[in-house]
Each structure stands twice: as structure tokens, then as C-alpha cells.
């Protein structure tokens, strides 16, 4: 392996990456061909039996071996361009039965991309190939030429490499002048052979995530999913959470408070002084009860957020936080109650992240909305460090997000300041 330290120049021609993609050039050279000469001979044989019953089942058949092909493309890119391409959406009749799974691959636009592909990769790969292993052979051949040059004095009788000849001149490289610079031109193929190799790899990219992946619809439905899946986990954990702060709060208070009122009533008759401390006390307990409900109410959703909107509600949520916050919401108007609420548990949570580990002196609050998104910035100048891992607040906060088709960004290098930006769709 090359060392980092040397130019990119110099260590493409030796890195591992570079290697690969050569591998993967000359190995789909005849891969492609084995894959269009089936391709178009099992395809020519369907749709000339489509006058014919047999036809069907032929064509379908071949749409499953193409999407076998596409199975082994994908291996290999995986292998050796390091390219992880998503299979495509499985095939599935209604029935579960022969016609039934005939119909749905002769429908499915996978199976069809699929057999395009096999049709198509042949005349670039082979382009492909010839220029990469002409590029490879003459590069590393005429770079190590000093080398190899006394083959031909020695076996082939002639002074070197013959350049030129016919019947009455010839022209061989073999002064010291033309072995050196039939080196460096050797040396200059050595060098852009690579870069050119990435070019002619990145086309494979395209192909192999245009036509072997999944579509953008089955890509977008399984986005959804995972996104609904997140969304139903994160209710979930809120609902868990309110039961256990009503259980261990307000509900443990309030069953306190009835057992002093009965103790009380009790001592009501015989020891009126005794009742009425108890009855104090259980006014006191009162008021924290209440005070309790109000910070759970206000952790579910805030009277002032539906009342008066984001900047009154932030500026609340700021005032809370134990270190002072400057407050700016630039809004045309409101957008729909959802991405309102997720925007201010967005800016809460960031600011308690500010008040617990930031050792921040002060910190800044911007919301404006810029086409159709609604922006979010929260930052501090304390020390930095902040990432979004697995496990931890932010993480949790940027699956929240995604889950509505938004986005986190952190940018938070150790010693600070903290920038965190935040996307949300504009909705009304």
C-alpha cells in the first residue's frame, strides 16, 4: 500500500482501490458476453413463441435469469468497486402460482431494466476493457522497458525495440536517450492509467445504480416504512415515558395526598392542630402535583406553542435554559400543527443538550424558512464534541426528523463553538 504522505498522482497507480478496478474491468469483459449472448438468444427465442403459449413462460424465464445476472453484478461490485447496490423489489404473484409468478415478472420494470442491462453493458465493456488493458499493458511495459531492453540484443537479434521498419530503414530504441524517454512515456500511461480507470468505472456505477438497483418508487416505499417504524417506536417511547412520569409524579403525590387527608379527617375531631398541619401539608402537595402535570402537559405539547406560535413558545423554552439565550424567528406565517411541534421539542432538546454538556456561556436560537423548508440553527460557544452517535440524543433526534423527511446537521469540533442546523419541510 502507498503512503498517505505521497501525491495522489503517485500513489494511484499503487493503492489498492485502483487494482480493483482493473479486476473488475477485465472480469466484465467476458462476464458481459456470456451475459448478452444469453440474454439475447433466450429473449429472441420468447418473443418468437409468443404466437405460441410457450413464448410466456420463456420470456419470463429469461427475466429471471437476467435478474440472476444482475444478482452476480451486484456481488461484484460490492467485491471490488466497494459499491453496495440495493436488490431490487422480489417478485410475487397474487396466487403464489406458475402463471401467477409469470404475470408479475413479465410486469415487473426491474426484471426488464435488468435484461436491458445485460443487452447494454456488452459494447461498454468492451470499450472499456481495450482501453484499460492497452492503457495497463503499454504503460508498465514501456515504464519498465530499461528493464527488459536486453531481451533483444541477446534472443531476438535486433538492438531494441523496434519502432519503425520496412524494406530499406528501421528504427529501434536503443541509445540511452530513448530508453529513458520511452521510460517516461511509460512512466506518464503508469500515472493516468488510473485516473482513467476511475472514469471508465464510474459509468459502470451509473449503470450497475440505474438499472440493477431498486426503483425510485420501491425506494421511497421502503423509506416510508422504516420511517412509520420509527415514528410508531418513537410514540411509543413517549407514551411509556408519560405513563412512568404520571406513575412515579403525579399519580405517587396524589396517592400520598389522599392518605394524609384520611389521616386528617381522622384527627379532625380529636386534634384539630394536628389536622390542620396535615391538612397544610397536603396543600403544599397539592401544588407540586399541579406543578408536575403542568411540566408533563408542557413536555406533550405546549398551550403556548398552539396559542401563539413558535417565536413565543422558543422564547419560553429559552428562558428555562441556564444559560441566557438569544431568540430570533423570522416566519411568514405558520406551518401545519405536526412540523410546528416537532421544530419546538427539536429546539428544547437542543438547548438541554446546551444546559447538560456544552459548559456554554451563551447560546443562539435562529428559525426563518427558506422555500419551501423550515430552517432551524441552534448554537453555543461552549466546548464542542457533539456527534450524533448510535444510541445517544442526537441520534434519536435525527431519526425524528427523517422520519418527516427532515435533517440534522452538526458540526461541532472539539473546543467548540456548536452549530446544529436542522431542515424541516414547509407545510401548511
Known sequence: MASPRLPAAVRAPFEGRTWRELGYVLLGFPLSVVYFCFAVSFFSAGAGLLITFLGIPVLAGTLAMCRGFGSVERARARGL????????????????????????????????????????????????????????????????????????????????LQLYGDDTHSFYLDSGFEIAFTSLVGLLFVLVGPWVLRGLVAVDRLMLSGLLGPSRLAS???????????????????????????????????????????????????????????????????????QELRDLARGIHPAVLTDRGLDAALSAVAARCTVPVTVE?????????????????????????????????????????????????????????????????????????DAVDGVLAVDSPAGGPTTVTAELPWRV
Request: glycine content about 10%.
Open 81 to 160: 468497486l466497494r459499491l453496495d447496490v440495493g436488490a431490487p423489489e422480489p417478485v410475487r404473484g397474487r396466487t403464489g402460482g406458475a402463471l401467477s409468478w409469470m404475470g408479475a415478472m413479465l410486469k415487473s420494470g426491474a426484471s426488464w431494466r435488468h435484461l436491458l442491462y445485460a443487452l447494454l453493458h456488452l459494447p461498454w465493456a468492451v470499450f472499456s476493457f481495450s482501453v484499460a488493458l492497452a492503457l495497463w499493458t503499454w504503460g508498465w511495459s514501456l515504464f519498465t522497458y530499461p528493464l527488459w531492453q536486453w531481451v533483444f540484443p541477446m534472443y531476438a537479434g535486433q538492438a531494441g
Open 220 to 290: 421511497r416505499v421502503s423509506e416510508l416504512e422504516s420511517d412509520r417504524g420509527v415514528m410508531v417506536d418513537t410514540a411509543a417511547a413517549d407514551l411509556r415515558r408519560i405513563e412512568r412520569d404520571l406513575h412515579d409524579g403525579a399519580q405517587a403525590r396524589l396517592v400520598s395526598l389522599a392518605m394524609d387527608l384520611g389521616l386528617a379527617k381522622e384527627k379532625l375531631a380529636h386534634d384539630p392542630l394536628a389536622a390542620a398541619a396535615m391538612v397544610d401539608e397536603a396543600h403544599g402537595e397539592v401544588k407540586l402535583a399541579l
Open 329 to 401: 424567528v423570522e416566519l411568514p406565517g405558520r406551518p401545519v400543527a405536526a412540523i410546528e411541534g416537532i421544530a419546538y421539542f427539536t429546539v428544547s432538546e437542543l438547548l438541554q443538550n446546551v444546559s447538560k454538556h456544552a459548559r456554554a456561556r451563551r447560546a443562539w436560537v435562529d428559525v426563518w424558512r427558506s422555500e419551501d423548508r423550515l430552517m432551524i440553527q441552534v448554537r453555543d460557544d461552549g466546548v464542542g464534541g457533539a456527534a450524533p452517535a448510535e444510541g445517544r440524543g442526537l441520534a434519536g433526534l435525527a431519526e425524528r426528523l
